[in-house]
Structure formats: structure tokens, C-alpha cells
């Protein structure tokens, strides 16, 4: 019988000359060049959902999504998937938002679409504060509830000892409030995440290398001393957003109150470089460490502090940058590492990639490998470490006596520290894994109810039906 000129004879393909094959073998070409490797004594989760990427703000608006597709090519290029536990990230549900967030503004997100949406009149403020910071795009609620489910998730390995360090790039969004959406941010994740920690560790520290104040985590932790907020940011309050967290806020004024001296904050000027930066967060960090004594710590790494930033006013390069993350890891205290803002995507990526190799603790080459996808957005330096300060340089405001004055107003506040602060002060929320378990098994039952009554009108009409 003759040979089809269709169906041949399956003949299997040779390494290296498929596309599929091709790709693999440069991966672990990569990965074994970079020295990619499962770090030994702790282990890393990362957590991440294609689903968030793809959200457009609009096409005028900073925020870009997509740099968390940039920042995924970069890791997966180099084989850190390798070194590291990988998690599908889920959506949190409105149970777990509602810990923080009020129930009307959730159940405001839900509904709310482009097409349905209705601006106040005039110059009345808008409903929940949405306006041209925050707008009203196609998948909002998807979007915010997604990178809320994925730091919940990131906290939770942390919680039951699975991760020692656990990554949502895609969380960190810290000006969102109880009840009103702020700079970019509708949901906040870090306060739904700490609220998770603290079911099991009696004293988090948060700290937030943003170029903006963390102003949404130090309101909502504002009377605790469970939680100690630590804020590096550019504070001019008549001029930059938000206009908080001058060295003098550091928590309610009443020293009776279990929050004062427990929100810390370093008010910085234009222009401070990588060897300022890095000394002024040491000595800041580690005295903070040694006298709070965290259980936990939370690192927003908003990568909008950059030099170059399209928002930020620093000149920071990325080393410096992930040399807090790797300060911050040097402690061994299980490490929640999140996102936050930076508005030019390729250096976010760059940022965000390198500072997952600190974690998983991998030298990893200046060079990007020539095989990661959508290499052209990183044109003309494609390597991790490009020269930001040729981008755009602010002057450098930050004397060397203005920086001595905020470190030595931080240990001042640390004087008033007592210790460990007692666990039973606040109330601990509910655990919000075993509400998600009870919402499942409600779904379920809901489900069975429906099939079940199915089952019935088919037997009442006497005919077999695709049920019965």
C-alpha cells in the first residue's frame, strides 16, 4: 500500500532542531552559566498570574502593567524558575478584601465597569476616590483582587513554613485605603497580607523603599505596635504625593497609645545616590530590627526610587536597590518581598529580576541572556545594570549632616520601644485561608443543590435527560 502525502511516518526530533528543544537548551545554558541553583538552608516561592499583565490602565496613564511581563521574561530566561517554588497565583475573595477594605467599596470594585460608571457632577469629589489616578478600566476588579490573592497566598507559604522568602511582584500597592482607591492602587494588598502574618507572628515589621510614602500600610497600622511601618520616600508635602510621612510622624500622639512610636518614617530630598542610600538604610534597618524584633518583615521594593524613573526624583541605580533587598534578607527572618510603583517598565523589569536572583542568592551575568523574549524593549543596554543616571539626574539635596539627622531621629524614636510588644493587645483577625475553605465548600454545596433539582424536573417529565 502506498505512503500517504499526508500522514508520514512519525519520525522524533533531534535536540536542537525544534524551537521547543532550541529555547530549553539555551534556558539551561543559562542556568548553568548564571550558576542557577535551589538556594540550601531556605527556601523561595514566587508568585505570579499572566491575568494581571495584560490589565491596561490607558494608554496616557504611568502605570503599565505589562512590566511584570517584562520582569517574568527576565527570570525565566535566566533559569531562576529553577532555584524556586512557583505558584499560579488565585483571586482573593471578597471575604478576605473585606478584612480591610469596607463592604460597600468592594462591592463597588465588583460592579463597576467603563460603561457603567457615572462621574459626579462638577467639582464634587468622585465616589471612592476615582479619577484620572485611579480610573475605571476593563478587568479592574480582576486585576486588584488577582495581585491581593497572590500576596495572600505569598503569605500564607510564609505562615506554614513552606518559603522562608515568598515574591509577588505584582503586589505591593500601598496607597489604597479602607475605602477609597490612591496613586494607582485599589486594593491593599500589604495590609490584607500582614493582617495574614499576624495570625502567627506577633510582630511585623513593613518596610517600604518606594520613592512615594507607604501612606496607606501606616494608616491602617497606625494604633498597633504589632506592626512597626519603616518608610524611605521623597516628602515635600505641598508638591509630591502624598504629601506624608515627615520624620516627626511616628504614630499617635497619645504615648498611651499602643501605635505611637511605631511608624517611622525617613523624609528624603531630590537627587540621593546609590552609597547614601545604602548607608542611611542600614543603619536605619538594623537598629529597627534589633529593637522591635520582627517575626516577619514585609519589603515593598517600588522600583520608582530609580534613577530615570518617569515619577521618581533619585538617583538610584539597580545594585542599590537590591542591596536592600539583600540587607533585608541577611536577617534570616521569614521575608514577604513585594512590588509597588515604577513607571518605566524595562528598568522596573531590570530591577525586579535582579532582586529575584538576591533572593534566591545567584551571581547572576550583567548581560541579558540573548534569548529573552522581547529583548527590544530593553534597547540600547540589554543588561540588567544600565547607566540610569545618563537617563535623567536630579541634583543631589541629601547633605551628609541632613541624613546623620535622620538616623539619629529614627534611634531616638526606638528609645521609646519597649520590647516585645504583647500579642494579645489587638484583636486577630480571622484565618483567611479557612474562609476561602468554608466559601469553596458553599460553592460546592450550591452546586449539588442545582444538580440535584435538575435530576428531579428531568424524572418528573418521565424521559432520560442528561442528568438522570
Known amino acids: ?41 531556605y527556601t523561595v516561592s514566587y508568585h505570579a498570574n499572566p491575568a494581571v499583565e495584560g490589565k491596561h490602565f490607558g494608554a496616557a496613564h504611568p502605570m503599565k502593567p505589562w512590566r511584570l511581563t517584562l520582569t517574568n521574561k527576565i527570570v525565566l530566561s535566566y533559569g531562576m524558575q529553577d532555584a524556586m517554588d512557583l505558584y499560579l497565583s488565585r483571586s482573593a475573595t471578597n471575604q478576605e478584601l473585606v478584612q480591610f477594605h469596607s463592604e460597600d467599596y468592594i462591592d463597588f470594585l465588583q460592579k463597576v465597569t467603563p460603561q457603567n460608571f457615572v462621574p459626579a457632577d462638577g467639582n464634587d469629589p468622585q465616589p471612592y476616590n476615582i479619577g484620572d489616578d485611579c480610573p475605571i478600566f476593563e478587568g479592574l476588579y480582576q486585576y486588584a483582587a488577582l495581585y491581593a490573592g497572590a500576596s495572600l497566598d505569598a503569605a500564607r507559604k510564609l505562615t506554614s513554613h513552606q518559603s ?40 511585623v515589621l513593613y518596610i517600604d523603599i518606594d520613592v512615594h510614602h507607604g501612606d496607606g500600610v501606616e494608616q491602617a497600622f497606625w494604633s498597633t505596635d504589632r506592626v512597626m511601618t519603616l518608610s524611605f520616600h521623597k516628602y515635600d508635602k505641598d508638591s509630591y504625593f502624598p504629601g506624608t510621612g515627615p520624620l516627626d510622624s511616628t504614630g499617635p500622639a497619645n504615648p498611651s497609645n499602643p501605635g505611637a512610636h511605631h511608624s517611622l518614617n525617613v523624609p528624603l530630598n531630590d537627587g540621593i545616590e546609590d552609597d547614601q542610600y545604602i548607608r542611611l538604610f542600614q543603619d536605619i534597618v538594623g537598629p529597627c530590627v534589633a529593637t522591635y524584633r520582627p517575626t516577619a518583615i514585609v519589603l515593598q521594593c517600588g522600583a520608582d526610587s530609580l534613577g530615570g524613573d518617569r515619577l521618581g526624583c533619585f ?22 518581598v513585594l512590588g509597588g510603583g515604577g513607571y518605566t517598565p524595562a528598568n522596573v523589569a531590570r530591577c525586579w529580576a535582579y532582586e529575584t536572583s538576591v533572593c534566591i542568592g ?107
Request: proline share 7%; glycine share 8%; hydrophobic share 35%.
Open 1 to 41: 500500500m502506498p505512503r500517504s502525502t499526508i500522514v508520514h511516518d512519525y519520525e522524533s526530533p533531534q535536540r536542537g532542531t525544534t524551537p521547543t528543544f532550541t529555547i530549553d537548551e539555551q534556558i539551561q545554558h543559562s542556568i548553568l552559566a548564571n550558576g542557577i541553583e535551589r538556594p540550601k538552608g
Open 164 to 203: 522562608q522568602i515568598a515574591i509577588n511582584w505584582s503586589g505591593g500597592l500601598h496607597h489604597a485605603k479602607k475605602s477609597e482607591a490612591s496613586g494607582f492602587c485599589y486594593i491593599n494588598d500589604i495590609v490584607l497580607a500582614i493582617l495574614q502574618l499576624l495570625l502567627h507572628h506577633p510582630r
Open 315 to 336: 538617583n538610584l541605580g539597580i545594585k542599590a536597590h537590591g542591596a536592600c533587598v539583600d540587607f533585608t534578607k541577611s536577617f534570616n527572618i521569614p521575608l514577604l
Open 362 to 468: 545567584a551571581q547572576v551575568h550583567e548581560k541579558l541572556p540573548a534569548h529573552t523574549p522581547l529583548i527590544e524593549h530593553f534597547h540600547p543596554y540589554k543588561t540588567l545594570f544600565p547607566p540610569l543616571g545618563e537617563f535623567k539626574k536630579y541634583n543631589n539635596l541629601n547633605t551628609k549632616s541632613y541624613l546623620a539627622s535622620l538616623v539619629a531621629g529614627i534611634r531616638e524614636q526606638l528609645r521609646y520601644v519597649e520590647g516585645s510588644p504583647s500579642v494579645q493587645m489587638q484583636h486577630i483577625p480571622p484565618d483567611l485561608g479557612a474562609v476561602r475553605e468554608e466559601v469553596d465548600a458553599e460553592i460546592k454545596e450550591e452546586k449539588e443543590r442545582e444538580e440535584e433539582f435538575r435530576k428531579r424536573k428531568e424524572r418528573g417529565r418521565g424521559v432520560r435527560g442528561e442528568l438522570y
